[in-house]
């Protein structure tokens, strides 16, 4: 039975092994010190490979970016690059007290011979959004906790990864029309599979809130000629709050439904006091913050727009119909950002 203390002890044994096949990988010549790009999600899921491939007992749950261990208090501070032999203190034996256990340079002998190309390709890979969605691919169905949310990972790595692009920086307003299209295209997908899920029944409203105002933003943005540093200082946080609160709470759902492990107990009311909150409308308070900011970056909707809209919503009421000319139009922008 492991406890938290000896789970902690374990991941730090899995990472340094990774960090050890690393340097062997390197030294081997199966790829150089400058293909190395892995991170901390990344390396969450070779965590995760070998704790279900050896039945380590790990407490894992599905969070944010996929299965991460819900004990996460050796997440920090960690480097991620090649360590050689002489820089691992417990190279030859488990940080645990049993023998049973593999030591680091056993780990790193899984990865590279039992994981093999697969090892060299998550840690090389060049985007993690894009390795992410082969890995749902891959492990969501084989996975019984979580196989009926593979499908909504897969929009929302999508989503996010349209989402990084508006936030790492202003480049995205070239193209800022295509964005918006794309933006809404892709939370809708996540929407819908939300809905298929009556455990996730809490998070939609929410989900839709944040779609909706980031669209909105999006759209001020689109219609000017440029935005300032501001503007897009105030997008990224917009941004943030996908991940930190909207993403969160359905995450946390998620959490409860995938968290298995020989701690689950102990760490389970912690995640269900999160949720208890978002529940109960901590979010809001969020949401609203950024509707009342986005007046100071001159990114408001503008009174003639809502006016538009309202007109439309009264006509649509009286059963009229958008003109077909319209529709077509539509339609074809539609189909020109999809096959961009």
């Known amino acids: ?6 789970e902690e002890s374990l991941l730090m044994d899995i990472k340094e092994g990774v960090q050890y096949a690393l340097y062997l990988g390197k030294q081997e010549g199966r790829f150089t010190e400058c293909d190395i790009l892995l991170d901390k999600i990344r390396m969450n899921k070779l965590q995760y490979i070998v704790n279900e491939e050896r039945d380590l007992g790990l407490t894992f749950g599905w969070f944010k970016y996929g299965p991460a261990p819900e004990d996460v208090t050796t997440g920090t501070g960690v480097e ?119 455990s996730l029944t809490y998070t939609l409203e929410p989900f839709e809130e944040y779609q909706l105002l980031l669209t909105s933003i999006i759209s001020e943005a689109d219609a000017k000629d440029k935005i300032s540093a501001r ?34 107990d102990e760490l389970r009311p912690g995640v269900e006091a999160s949720v208890q909150k978002y529940r109960e409308g901590s979010w809001r308070s969020e949401l609203n ?38 529709v077509e139009q539509i339609s074809e922008m539609g189909a020109e950002v999809i096959s961009n």
Do not use: C
Not at 1 to 6: A, I, K, R, S, Y
Not at 320 to 326: G, I, N, V
């Open 1 to 6: 039975m492991l406890t938290l203390g000896d």
């Open 80 to 198: 991620l690059g090649p360590k050689s032999g002489d820089e691992i203190a417990q190279l030859e034996r488990s940080r645990l007290p049993s023998k049973n256990h593999l030591s680091t340079e056993a780990f790193a002998y899984y990865f590279l011979k039992n994981l093999n190309d697969e090892f060299d390709r998550i840690v090389t890979a060049e985007e993690t959004k894009v390795y992410l969605e082969d890995f749902y691919n891959q492990y969501g169905p084989k996975d019984k906790y979580a196989n009926q949310f593979t499908s909504l990972y897969k929009a929302s790595v999508r989503l996010q990864r349209t989402l990084d692009a508006i936030g790492d920086g202003g480049s995205w307003h070239q193209d800022s029309t295509q964005y918006y299209y794309e933006l809404d295209r892709r939370f809708l997908s996540v929407s819908e599979e939300i809905a298929k899920h009556d």
């Open 231 to 264: 503007q897009q200082s105030f997008i990224d946080n917009v941004i943030r709050t996908f991940y930190n609160t909207v993403w969160d709470f359905v995450s946390q759902e998620i959490s409860l439904q995938t968290m298995r492990g020989q701690n689950v």
């Open 289 to 326: 913050a950024l509707r009342e900011r986005r007046e100071t970056v001159e990114l408001e909707p503008q009174i003639d727009d809502i006016e538009e809209i309202d007109s439309e919503g009264n006509q649509q009421s009286e059963g009229q119909s958008l003109d077909e000319e319209m």
